[in-house]
T-cell receptor, first 113, second 115 residues
Framework: DTGVSQDPRHKITKRGQNVTFRCDPI?????LYWYRQTLGQGPEFLTY????????KSRLLSDRFSAERPKGSFSTLEIQRTEQGDSAMYLC???????????FGPGTRLTVL | AQSVSQHNHHVILSEAASLELGCNYS??????LFWYVQYPGQHLQLLLK??????LVKGIKGFEAEFIKSKFSFNLRKPSVQWSDTAEYFCAVKSSGGGADGLTFGKGTHLIIQP
């Protein structure tokens, strides 16, 4: 399968714990995006990388959230000191350079107890 | 800031009925427009997109959408729906003039097709 992959697919954690999600984009896609989707809502943009550079961050990305893409390939999204309000589906997407289509992965569903 | 409004949150149709899902966006500059679909248990997939040129765009599975710039609209249509079209449909917009690269999505329309 050559699509966007995300790991894990599901994560259950207790409030206050740290969690980390991984996204592997389509190979040779230099742009990578993170979104969050809660029930009954469309995906909301969190942050965007072009290669290893983080070029854009939404105001939704609080200080407890950090994203990296160290070698311009896979990316990680870490949430520190999780809160119940962080429960959501976290989506990753990638696109080729230029104004291109974003291809989405299956998402990581986070449940914070 | 950009925003997208999808007027119908839930739509129920019978097979072979015609479909039109409304999408309006708010943004002053030039835009790229998208419709994504999420089938039950699957991830978001692109149905169709508009970047420039002919405002009537055709996508997969018989879907089409028309960009009407004066109305800030990008409505999705299909002349005859099938049971397999049951899914969540999302309209999205992105500035095409550089700068912000993230997509702004609407809240989605849950479409149920009854056999």
């Amino acid at each position: 399968d050559t699509g966007v992959s995300q790991d894990p697919r599901h994560k259950i954690t207790k409030r206050g714990q740290n969690v980390t999600f991984r996204c592997d984009p389509i190979s040779e896609h230099n742009r990578l995006y993170w979104y969050r989707q809660t029930l009954g809502q469309g995906p909301e943009f969190l942050t965007y990388f072009q290669n290893e550079a983080q070029l854009e961050k939404s105001r939704l990305l609080s200080d407890r959230f950090s994203a990296e893409r160290p070698k311009g390939s896979f990316s990680t999204l870490e949430i520190q000191r999780t809160e119940q309000g962080d429960s959501a589906m976290y989506l990753c997407a990638s696109s080729a350079r230029g104004p291109d289509t974003q291809y989405f992965g299956p998402g990581t569903r986070l449940t914070v107890l | 800031a950009q925003s997208v409004s999808q007027h119908n949150h839930h739509v129920i149709l019978s097979e072979a009925a015609s479909l039109e899902l409304g999408c309006n966006y708010s943004y002053g500059g030039t835009v790229n427009l998208f419709w994504y679909v999420q089938y039950p248990g699957q991830h978001l997939q692109l149905l169709l997109k508009y970047f420039s040129g002919d405002p009537l765009v055709k996508g997969i599975k018989g879907f089409e959408a028309e960009f009407i710039k004066s109305k800030f609209s990008f409505n999705l249509r299909k002349p005859s729906v099938q049971w397999s079209d049951t899914a969540e449909y999302f309209c999205a917009v992105k500035s095409s003039g550089g700068g912000a690269d993230g997509l702004t999505f609407g809240k989605g329309t849950h479409l149920i097709i009854q056999p």
